[in-house]
């Protein structure tokens, strides 16, 4: 069983700063692509950005700039540093990866989210 447990969500206010962490955990061969998303109230989960095992990373247009994926291969890890938050950007964050377990095989993996609410 692989599992992926995020922390680091909470509340901050207009223009503060966050760190989300995602741990995967289990019998776990190699992670490739890691990724962050989120969701509103009210609307469909999205892309926030992606990060490749060799560290390639791509962003959607209203995270550019202002929020950087990173990760630990050694710890399979993925953060997401988010600054200059605004209140629209209040959604629970789901981190995703693939994952290659020890018996083969090939799983996508989420996470139970963590919520992140920005105050005006």
């Known amino acids: 069983q692989v599992q992926l447990v995020e922390s680091g969500g909470g509340s901050v206010q207009s223009g503060g700063s966050l760190r989300l962490s995602c741990a995967a955990s289990g019998r776990i061969f190699r992670i490739n692509d890691m990724g962050w998303y989120r969701q509103a109230p009210g609307k469909q989960r999205e892309l926030v950005a992606d990060i490749t095992i060799s560290g390639r990373t791509s962003y959607q247009e209203f995270a550019k700039g202002r929020f950087t994926i990173s990760r630990d291969n050694g710890k399979n890890t993925v953060y997401l540093q988010l600054n200059s938050l605004e209140p629209e950007g209040t959604a629970a964050y789901y981190c995703?990866?693939?994952?290659?377990?020890?018996?083969?095989?090939?799983?996508?993996?989420w996470g139970q989210g963590t919520l992140e609410t920005v105050s005006s």
């Open positions: 995703n990866a693939e994952v290659i377990p020890n018996k083969g095989g090939r799983l996508e993996v």
